[in-house]
Nanobody, 121 residues
Framework: QVQLEESGGGSVQTGGSLRLACVAS????????MGWYRQAPGKQREMVAT???????NYAESVTGRFTISRDNNKHAVFLQMNSLEPDDTAVYFC???????????????WGKGTQVTVSS
């Protein structure tokens, strides 16, 4: 079993910054793509940013230039530096990871429980 634990959410004013962190623990051989998704009230969950094992990142258009995703493969961790935050960034942010628990095992999807980010104007 694998658990994803997020941290770093909170409340900031417009223009502020927050850094989210997510660490995967449990039976892990390696992690493949890791990323952050968010869900605002009344809206569907959407991709914010993803990063593969080699460090290639992909961003939603709405956060490009403001958010930076990074990872530490040795610690099975992924981070999201969020700058120039806007009220539209208010949402619950979820960590996601594709995990291989052993050599030759199929990839498994895991989600964190989410961390609240609130940006006030």
């Amino acid at each position: 079993q694998v658990q994803l634990e997020e941290s770093g959410g909170g409340s900031v004013q417009t223009g502020g910054s927050l850094r989210l962190a997510c660490v995967a623990s449990g039976t892990i051989f390696t992690t493949n793509t890791m990323g952050w998704y968010r869900q605002a009230p009344g809206k569907q969950r959407e991709m914010v940013a993803t990063i593969n094992y080699g460090g290639t990142a992909n961003y939603a258009e709405s956060v490009t230039g403001r958010f930076t995703i990074s990872r530490d493969n040795n610690k099975h961790a992924v981070f999201l530096q969020m700058n120039s935050l806007e009220p539209d960034d208010t949402a619950v942010y979820f960590c996601h990871a594709v995990v291989f628990w052993a050599v030759g095992s199929p990839p498994m999807d895991y989600w964190g429980k989410g961390t609240q980010v609130t940006v006030s104007s």
